[in-house]
Nanobody
Framework: QVQFVESGGGLVQPGGSLRLSCAASGSAGTMFDMGWYRQLPGKKRAFIARIAVTGSTLYDESVKGRFTISRGNAQNTVYLQMNSLKPEDTAVYYC???????WGPGTQVTVSS
């Protein structure tokens, strides 16, 4: 069973940066497209970024130009570099394969002064 573990969240001031990491286990040597999602307080979980096996990327408009998704050297490891953070980026951030597998615990990002 594929499982995901996210890390790197925390408290950051507006305008600051964070780098989130995600490691997948149980993929049995299969690579797949990976995505980052977030759940804002009181909202449903929503897509924000995707990276294909080929390396092509796609972003939601809300993060385009500020966030960068990339793959790590380990199979099915992805990162999310978040710059110019805003209070409205406060959310729990999740990674998953595409199509989605079981969701991991996520990592909390809080942007506040």
């Amino acid at each position: 069973q594929v499982q995901f573990v996210e890390s790197g969240g925390g408290l950051v001031q507006p305008g600051g940066s964070l780098r989130l990491s995600c490691a997948a286990s149980g993929s049995a040597g299969t690579m797949f497209d990976m995505g980052w999602y977030r759940q804002l307080p009181g909202k449903k979980r929503a897509f924000i970024a995707r990276i294909a096996v080929t390396g092509s990327t796609l972003y939601d408009e809300s993060v385009k130009g500020r966030f960068t998704i990339s793959r790590g050297n380990a199979q099915n490891t992805v990162y999310l570099q978040m710059n110019s953070l805003k209070p409205e980026d406060t959310a729990v951030y999740y990674c998953n394969g595409i199509p989605n597998y079981t969701w991991g615990p996520g990592t909390q990002v809080t942007v506040s002064s």
